[in-house]
C-alpha cells in the first residue's frame, strides 16, 4: 500500500536545512569588509609613520574582529537551526551570543565575555522576535497589502451624511440629491425653474 501524501500544510512545515558553511564564509566576507573600512578609517585619524599600510599593521585587529564575529554568527545561527530543525528567533539569539563573546575576547576578562555575548544574544533575539525590521512585527504575508489598505482608507472614510451635516451642504460638499434639493429651493424662493443634470429635454 502507497504511502499517503503529505498535506500542502504540512510539506509547507517542513523545514529546509540550511547550508551554514557557504553562509558562513559569505558572511565572513562582507563582514570582513566592513571590519576593513573601519579599520581604513581609523587609521586615517592617528597620526604615525605607516602610512596607509597602517589600516594593516595597526588596525588589522579589527579587520579581523568583524570578519570573525560575522562567520561565527552566520555558522551558530544556521547550525543551531539544522539541528533543531526550527527557524525562529532562538538561532539568531544563538549566533549573537557567539559573535559577543568574540568581542569580548579583546578584554580577556571573563566579566566581558559573557556580557558581550549576552547583550548581543538578548539584542538579536529581541530584533529577530519582532519581525526583524525597524518598523515593528512584519505583516502577514498572506493578506494582499493593496487589499488591507484599501480596506483601511474605507474603515477611516469618514460618511458624506456625518460630513454634510458638520460643514453644511454646499457646491462642493453635498450629499446625493443636492441638485434636485437646490432646484426645489431656487423654485420655491424664486419661482425659477433651475434643470437638473440628466434631466430629460423635450
Same mark, same amino acid.
Given at each position: 500500500?502507497?504511502?499517503?501524501?503529505?498535506?500542502?500544510?504540512?510539506?509547507?512545515?517542513?523545514?529546509?536545512?540550511?547550508?551554514?558553511?557557504?553562509?558562513?564564509?559569505?558572511?565572513?566576507?562582507?563582514?570582513?569588509?566592513?571590519?576593513?573600512?573601519?579599520?581604513?578609517?581609523?587609521?586615517?585619524?592617528?597620526?604615525?609613520?605607516?602610512?596607509?599600510?597602517?589600516?594593516?599593521?595597526?588596525?588589522?585587529?579589527?579587520?579581523?574582529?568583524?570578519?570573525?564575529?560575522?562567520?561565527?554568527?552566520?555558522?551558530?545561527?544556521?547550525?543551531?537551526?539544522?539541528?533543531?530543525?526550527?527557524?525562529?528567533?532562538?538561532?539568531? &539569539?544563538? *549566533?549573537?551570543?557567539? &559573535?559577543?563573546?568574540?568581542?569580548?575576547?579583546?578584554?580577556?576578562?571573563? &566579566?566581558?565575555?559573557?556580557?558581550?555575548?549576552?547583550?548581543?544574544?538578548?539584542?538579536?533575539?529581541?530584533?529577530?522576535?519582532? *519581525?526583524?525590521?525597524?518598523?515593528?512585527?512584519?505583516?502577514?504575508?498572506?493578506?494582499?497589502?493593496?487589499?488591507?489598505?484599501?480596506?483601511?482608507?474605507?474603515?477611516?472614510?469618514?460618511?458624506?451624511?456625518?460630513?454634510?451635516?458638520?460643514?453644511?451642504?454646499?457646491?462642493?460638499?453635498?450629499?446625493?440629491?443636492?441638485?434636485?434639493?437646490? &432646484?426645489?429651493?431656487?423654485?420655491?424662493?424664486? *419661482?425659477?425653474?433651475?434643470?437638473?443634470?440628466?434631466?430629460?429635454?423635450?
Amino acid at each position: 500500500m502507497a504511502d499517503p501524501q503529505p498535506s500542502q500544510d504540512q510539506v509547507e512545515e517542513l523545514y529546509q536545512p540550511k547550508d551554514a558553511i557557504t553562509a558562513a564564509i559569505k558572511a565572513t566576507g562582507v563582514t570582513g569588509a566592513a571590519g576593513a573600512f573601519v579599520s581604513t578609517i581609523q587609521n586615517t585619524l592617528v597620526r604615525h609613520n605607516a602610512g596607509a599600510w597602517g589600516a594593516i599593521t595597526r588596525f588589522g585587529g579589527t579587520t579581523a574582529l568583524f570578519a570573525a564575529m560575522g562567520g561565527a554568527y552566520e555558522f551558530t545561527k544556521n547550525a543551531s537551526a539544522n539541528l533543531r530543525e526550527k527557524d525562529d528567533a532562538y538561532n539568531p &539569539a544563538v *549566533g549573537g551570543f557567539f &559573535a559577543g563573546t568574540l568581542m569580548g575576547l579583546r578584554f580577556r576578562s571573563p &566579566a566581558l565575555i559573557l556580557g558581550y555575548g549576552t547583550g548581543l544574544s538578548a539584542l538579536l533575539f529581541a530584533f529577530s522576535f519582532t *519581525g526583524g525590521t525597524l518598523y515593528g512585527y512584519q505583516k502577514d504575508p498572506t493578506v494582499d497589502e493593496v487589499s488591507r489598505k484599501e480596506y483601511m482608507r474605507k474603515n477611516r472614510r469618514r460618511p458624506i451624511e456625518q460630513t454634510v451635516n458638520e460643514l453644511g451642504e454646499s457646491a462642493h460638499v453635498h450629499a446625493p440629491g443636492y441638485e434636485q434639493r437646490r &432646484a426645489q429651493r431656487i423654485k420655491e424662493a424664486y *419661482g425659477i425653474d433651475v434643470p437638473t443634470h440628466g434631466a430629460s429635454t423635450s
